[in-house]
């Protein structure tokens, strides 16, 4: 089996072949991406691993899976956290590149292969992902604006005007996407809003696909033990995709005051003494499951689940 990883920038794309001596260099761009690929599919490769790179990896990986490469996309603090256990402290995109490869040959198994999303996903992720750099320019301009003199002020007002048009406009392509593509699973509890469909829909696409600890591991919300010999730590939680985190965080603050399933709940929780932070973030963990089993049950009717 040939092993391979590649350490992705803006600009260059770096590949090590595990058990090759040597990296080799490519333009991140269609023409250097194509002759990445001929280069792997020469040597027969089998396993590939990539970083998460703000986005830079993306159209490496939508190529790989459009010729039928296996390639996985890894967290960075796990790539490091790998390439630190090995001994190797050094930081560079060979050294990058090449503990990538090594992990693609150590770890293939453990590690779940990237499937291209939709075509609408992508593009409902990319109107997400503008709504929220909009919101926060317009929650600056707006704060610049109260300490502005008049003739400044009178020119922030202008820059407020057009992004809170531009916000509207941007809400209402992510409703159409939400009425065309979404599930009776993102509607069925009370708080589940479009902004929650919206990010769920987008960067969630394992919902229904996998059990209710896998889906709260993978969102961020599953506690994990910090036990050692006879001592026991406290149970946090950590890692996952927190924008899917922060989306989720608020539908539960809505639920548990307006849903009387989850409300009865937390009131549960707070009734035992748990803290109430501790005992949202169970609530957040169990409308979480409850939707995760609806959309399962949902994809099996549809002969489409995978577990």
Not at 149 to 159: G, Y
Not at 208 to 222: E, F, M, N
Request: overall charge positive.
């Amino acid at each position: 089996m040939t092993a391979a990883g590649i350490d992705v920038g803006k600009a260059s794309l770096d590949l090590a072949l595990d058990g090759h001596p040597g990296v080799a260099r490519f333009t991140n761009d269609r023409t250097g991406i194509v002759k990445l690929i001929k280069r792997l599919r020469a040597v027969a490769t089998t396993r590939i691993v990539v970083e998460a790179t703000g986005g830079y990896e993306e159209p490496l990986l939508e190529a790989c899976c459009d010729v039928g490469l296996w390639i996985a996309r890894v967290n960075p603090r796990q790539a490091r956290a790998f390439a630190s256990a090995t001994g190797e402290l050094a930081k560079t995109d060979d050294i990058d590149a090449r503990m990538l490869a090594l992990m693609a040959r150590l770890f293939a198994d453990r590690l779940r292969p990237y499937v291209a999303p939709p075509p609408w996903q992508r593009q409902l992720g990319d109107w997400l992902r503008r709504r929220g750099q909009v919101i926060v320019a317009l929650q600056a301009h707006k704060q610049q604006a109260a300490m502005a003199p008049p003739p400044v002020r009178k020119l922030a007002a202008r820059t407020v005007v057009a992004l809170a048009r531009e916000l509207a406009a941007i809400e209402k392509t992510v409703k159409t996407m939400i009425n065309e593509h979404g599930t009776p699973a993102l509607r069925s509890s009370k708080g589940l809003g479009p902004v929650f469909q919206a990010t769920v829909l987008a960067l969630l696409p394992e919902l229904g696909h996998l059990d209710r600890r896998q889906i709260a591991k993978l969102t961020g919300v599953a506690p994990m033990n910090r036990d050692s010999g006879q001592g026991q730590g406290k149970r946090r939680i950590r890692g996952g995709r927190a924008p899917v985190r922060v989306a989720l965080y608020m539908a539960t603050l809505s639920a548990v005051r307006w849903d009387p399933m989850m409300k009865a709940h937390y009131q549960q929780l707070r009734a035992r003494g748990k803290l109430g932070k501790v005992a949202l973030v169970a609530c957040m963990r169990k409308l979480l499951g409850i939707i995760n089993a609806r959309r399962r049950d949902e994809l099996r009717s549809e002969g489409l689940a995978l577990a």
